[in-house]
């Protein structure tokens, strides 16, 4: 009986934490990171489609649906409004309305609500959520967008298994300095929101275009998973770019060195990202032509040792063979 009314205490105390906004999960310590978030009394993160994986790019399936993206508001000056930090990333907020994506094997065109990023620690320790063939990226920019019919609302979005489409892109370093302009103006902000729940208004100046530079964003790999964050909803459609947007090395460190969580007392903000889930039965798709893949990083510094010869010809040899009987 005792048993009972303290479980069922434990279980109201952890409702009331994750409902009040207060750290229900957290990035920084072995208490409430991701190694215990699968276990969290409410949520999806124990699910079998989660976010973000590792994209073995060797088991990546063709996939004739993955057409050209529709960018809409893309080289508006005038879209992003808002930088907060929220305590556990930096977000940028688009104007409602202001940015749509359409195409691209989409069912429907997509409302853009907000973009933030994942990082790890300054431009040596890497920081993206998802991996290819292993390799960590040094950052991972988000956007997030919802399907015209819940109005903006993510909340309603999570509850339909196609309801959000996420953009991934990754980020990494050069030898140069506040290089692009974009980028050294949108850090610029960094100082002005250093502790949780600060907001800097953005001036117009930037456009998505700006941020964006250096991708073909006609080349990307697609699959279902969820939400990166408690409550890991499984609603997501995730889009993930094969080119890097590269920054200099300075503006990177710049996000670990200037903003803090939401710890008291507050820690600088390093290592923002999930763990690599499970695949599970889930497919990578791309597009069919492969020629133009030409993503090979020579100064890649894989997270994880790469899987060894042996473990890589299988899977090879069952796409050639695959190829062969079913040639598109
Ligand atoms: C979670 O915390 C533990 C202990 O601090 C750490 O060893 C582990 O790497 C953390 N996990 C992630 C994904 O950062
Ligand atoms: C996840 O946890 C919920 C609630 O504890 C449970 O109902 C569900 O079966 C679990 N899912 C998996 C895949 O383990
Ligand atoms: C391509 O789209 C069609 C129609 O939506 C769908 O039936 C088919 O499964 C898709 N193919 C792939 C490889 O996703
Ligand atoms: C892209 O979207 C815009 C605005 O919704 C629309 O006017 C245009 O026709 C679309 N272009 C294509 C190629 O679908
Ligand atoms: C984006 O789509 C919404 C409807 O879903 C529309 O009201 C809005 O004008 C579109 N924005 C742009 C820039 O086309
Ligand atoms: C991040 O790197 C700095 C040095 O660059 C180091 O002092 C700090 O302990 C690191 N933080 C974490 C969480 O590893
Ligand atoms: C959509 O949301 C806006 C505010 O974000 C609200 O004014 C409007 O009434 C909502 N429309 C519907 C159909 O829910
Ligand atoms: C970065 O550039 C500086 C100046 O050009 C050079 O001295 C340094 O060796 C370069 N570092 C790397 C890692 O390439
Ligand atoms: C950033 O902070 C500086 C110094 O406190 C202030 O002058 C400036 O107006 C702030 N900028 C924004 C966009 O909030
Ligand atoms: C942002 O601008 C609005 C008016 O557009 C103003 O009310 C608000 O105080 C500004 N926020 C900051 C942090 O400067
Ligand atoms: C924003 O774009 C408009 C139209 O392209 C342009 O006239 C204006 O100068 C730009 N503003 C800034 C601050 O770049
Ligand atoms: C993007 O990639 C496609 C396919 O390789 C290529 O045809 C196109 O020219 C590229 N676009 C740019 C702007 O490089
Ligand atoms: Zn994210």
Known sequence: MIAVILTALLVLTALAHSASGEAAWCYHDSTCNDTVWASLPIGYCNGTRQSPVNIVTASVQPNANLTAFNFTGFSSNSTMSEITNTGETVQVKLQTGSVNISGGGLSTTYNALQFHLHWGNGSNVPGSEHTVDSKRYPMELHMVTVKPQYNGSITLA????????????FIEGKNDSNLPASWNTLTSYLSNITQAGQKA???SGISLDDLLVGVNRTQYYRYLGSLTVPDCNEAVVWTVFKDS?????NLIDLFSASVYFNTSPPLLMTNTYRSSQKLNSRVITSQVSTTAVTVTPTTAKPSSSPPSSAALTLPLLCAILLFHLFPK
């Open 245 to 249: 947007i590269k920054i200099s090395n």
């Open 158 to 169: 999570v509850s339909d298994p196609e309801g959000v489409a996420a953009f991934s892109f």
């Open 201 to 203: 208004n953005i001036s």
